[in-house]
């Protein structure tokens, strides 16, 4: 009777969560799930704790925590989940934090206390709230009726629009973002060189009075300590005059002068030059000392004939000398460092003079980047026109089997007012990015005879999971539509009959190649499972425990018969439930 027919496996998932661990999380005291590939459905009586086990991924995806949260007998609560994330997005986050990403999973664990103290730990090291929040996006998604997780964020329905499009989205826009790049690099090098035009303009002022200070003053290098040496000769040359006379005189021309005094100290030794043997030794060196002797007076006597006593020379240097001493101590330099700034303050002001015709052409350039850019994003906008036609017609046809035929879904373009904005679209000065410049705004009338509205105003909470689907399964070409995993509770909420075959369907064509976990109370979802688990509730030793077990071939045709026939199973629910699963192992085959 349980024979289901073949099993439908599901391919291995790029991106999963893969180990679920839950401690002391309200009624669940302990609970370990294993999760798979695929569509992962949990199931259970009203009141079992099945959104307690969304509440836990909430709090790994960044959610705010309470202590409320804690049962009631335990100090903290723990949870921990093992992802196999796809792509590199998640590794440099890590990364960038200083968290080692390099292996193959990534565990994330959060702890609450009842003093209020909030951990999360990535890969086992402390991390902050909001690198976790950051972090989420790339490993799990959760739409609740309770609270919508990008689903109504502009920029992701954007994102969803371009990737509706395939190749073709992918090619404009990177034309658009190679534009875009260009443009804010010249316009960042116009924006320094303007922003600084006051302190340019400043600049060459002042550097223009201290290029003509300078060279007014005609400065040669080491001018000052020539001066200064020449200062204090002037100012003692009586006395060096004395000094030098009285030096020659005593060296050559007085009466007893050295030069005298060794030549006749020559005369004596060579009388005795036949007698003494170091007599010829003795008289090589006075001669030699007399010759020296005369040399240096000769010098003294010609330095003596060309010393002029000048008064007003004095007055001379000591006027340059001011002159170069006020430019030193303004400057703090010596001459020669004087003479080397005016060389380098010539040459900035040259530079800083040459930047205006930088900046003018700087201008042209911007213009030019500008309207490249222009050209790009409207070529991008008028085609996001047609992908928004295509999309809505295309989610249509899946809400159509969602229970939301009559609904009307539609992909609007506008655009963000920014007054300071250089780009102007229709004469209206517009904000305008890497992505270009349109506001995508999906709206949804859901009653006949109601005006489309953005998604945030218009669509209730179950409304918005069954459009997500929707609108994931209208854009996927191929493979799973998001990289992360996706979490459904209440997506069934308001069908039945014929739509909820369709929704279990549809979940099961989503999950394809990915992963997803979906909370549901009708078999028709249930049956397309790939893994089913089932909460249960049960009093232990007074204590009321919730339990999440996963079900076997024969546990699972049972539960879709609970469900079915309530808490009377009997052969037919049995029999019924067998025929359920069974057809949607084969539909998805």
Not at 555 to 569: D, H, I, N, P, T
Not at 578 to 589: D, R
Request: hydrophobic residues 40%; aromatic residues 4%; proline residues 3%.
């Amino acid at each position: 009777l349980l024979d289901c027919g073949p099993v439908r496996l599901p391919p291995r998932a790029l991106s999963e969560l893969r180990d679920l661990h839950v401690r002391n999380l309200a009624v669940i005291a302990e609970a370990e799930i294993e999760f798979g590939p695929g569509l992962n459905v949990l199931t259970g009586e009203t009141g079992a704790g099945k959104s307690i086990v969304v509440d836990s991924l909430a709090l790994l995806s960044g959610a705010r925590a309470s202590s409320d949260l804690i049962r009631s007998d335990a100090p903290t609560l723990s949870v921990t989940g093992i992802f196999e994330p796809r792509g590199q997005t998640w590794r440099k986050i890590l990364a960038a934090a200083g968290i080692d990403g390099s292996g193959e999973v990534l565990s994330v664990r959060r702890e609450i206390s009842r003093a209020g103290r909030n951990r999360v730990f990535l890969n086992d090291q402390p991390a902050t709230l909001s690198l976790l929040s950051t972090l989420a996006p790339e490993i799990l998604r959760i739409h609740t009726q309770r609270e919508e997780l990008g689903l109504v964020s502009p920029e992701l329905q954007r994102t969803w629009l371009d990737r509706s499009a395939g190749a073709e989205a992918e090619q404009l826009g990177r034309r658009v973002r190679t534009s875009f790049a260009a443009y804010t690099e010249v316009a960042a090098r116009l924006e320094g060189a303007e922003g600084n035009e006051r302190l340019r303009q400043e600049r060459i002022d002042l550097l223009g009075f201290q290029v003509s200070e300078l060279d007014a003053a005609r400065l040669q290098p080491a001018e000052d300590r020539d001066l200064k040496l020449e200062r204090e000769r002037l100012r003692h040359a009586e006395t060096i005059v004395a000094a030098l006379g009285s030096s020659y005189g005593a060296l050559f021309e007085q009466d007893g002068a050295a030069s005298e005094k060794v030549a006749q100290a020559l005369r004596w030794l060579q009388e005795i030059a036949g007698w003494e043997p170091a007599v010829e030794r003795w008289t090589g060196t006075l001669d030699s000392t007399r010759v020296t002797l005369e040399d240096m007076a000769g010098e003294l006597r010609q330095h003596l004939e060309r010393i002029e006593i000048d008064p007003s020379r004095l007055g001379e240097v000591e006027e340059r000398l001011a002159v170069i001493e006020r430019l030193t101590h303004k400057y703090a330099r010596d001459c020669s460092g004087l003479v080397e700034l005016r060389q380098q303050m010539a040459q900035e002001l040259d530079d800083l003079r040459a930047d205006e015709n930088l900046r003018q052409e700087l201008e042209r350039e911007v213009e030019k980047a500008l309207n490249h850019y222009r050209r790009e994003a409207e070529e991008l906008s008028q085609a996001r026109r047609v992908w928004g036609r295509s999309l809505a017609e295309r989610v249509h046809h899946e809400l159509a089997e969602l229970a939301l035929g009559k609904a009307r879904f539609a992909v609007s373009l506008d655009h963000r007012r920014r007054d300071e904005s250089p780009l102007q679209i229709e004469g209206m000065p517009v904000e305008f990015s890497s992505h270009g410049f349109d506001r995508v705004t999906y709206q949804l009338a859901a009653n006949p005879g109601e005006d489309p509205a953005p998604l945030s105003q218009s669509a209730s909470g179950g409304e918005l999971s069954r459009i997500y689907l929707a609108v994931q399964l209208a854009i996927r070409a191929s493979g799973p539509a998001a990289a992360s995993t996706l979490v459904f509770d209440e997506v069934d909420a308001g069908i039945g009959g014929a739509e909820a075959s369709a929704l279990g369907d549809k979940l099961g064509r989503l999950a394809s190649g990915g992963q997803i976990l979906v909370v549901t109370h009708l078999p028709q979802v249930a049956c397309f499972g790939d893994h089913h688990f089932r909460v249960e509730k049960g009093v232990h030793r007074g204590r009321t425990l919730t339990r999440v077990v996963p079900l076997t071939d024969r546990s699972r045709v049972e539960e879709v018969a609970r469900m079915l026939a309530g808490s009377q199973v009997t052969e037919l629910s049995l029999s019924h439930a067998q025929e359920m699963i069974a057809s949607a192992v084969g539909e998805s085959a």
